[in-house]
């Protein structure tokens, strides 16, 4: 078993390769999460590896008690993704009380997972309860022309989803519910966390103010779209 030829880290992989080439992930701007199903994990167990130590998430998520995700790592780069798997992406495991993460597969030379995990998992956490289960994919990026717009636009929910939705025919389509929109908060931590969560509950999209989006998706092409 090569876990290089999964699916679903190839599908991880390639939308990293293509974020990257929208130009919304300069640096190490930007991280993506999926929570694996089941039959994946029982899949590719087989090469987890359980010596890295606990640590803390930063928030409490115990919806996701138990669960696997793959994730970028801090600091990484999107580009990088597909040159180096296993340097730039990893598996975590969520220990039973929802509190703490290890690493158990990739992340190599004691790399970290994304500094907004706390963000992901919340958003994971809610999406999983009102979606019953469906949404897999949280994924964050530095969208040029949306940074742009929270700079002109005043930082209301219903503004950006009119101007959004007036701007393709297909937008009000593709995202009925609309936007929701964070103001400018420290990013990395609990508190950006709960806000953005909190908007998940209603919408699949949350802006940044200044700083770029959050989508959430049942798989990487509608959570990329
Ligand atoms: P990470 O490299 O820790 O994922 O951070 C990038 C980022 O976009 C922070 O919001
Ligand atoms: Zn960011």
Redesign the pocket.
Known sequence: MNILEQEFIKGFIRMCSDGFAQGWHER????LTYRMKDEEVKYVQSVFSYHRSWEDIGTEVPELANEYFLA?G???YFRNVELDPEANIGIVEIDKTGTKYRVVWGLIHEAVP???LPTHLMNHAIKKMVTDNQHRVIY?C?STNVIALTFVLPLKDEIFTRELWEMATECPVVFPAGVGVVPWMV??GREIAVATSKLMKDYDVAIWAH??IFCSGSDFDTTFG
């Not at 190490?28 to 991280?31: D, F, I, R």
């Open positions: 190490n701007g930007g991280n970028t801090s600091g990484k994304t500094s907004e964050h530095h990013p990395g700083h770029g």
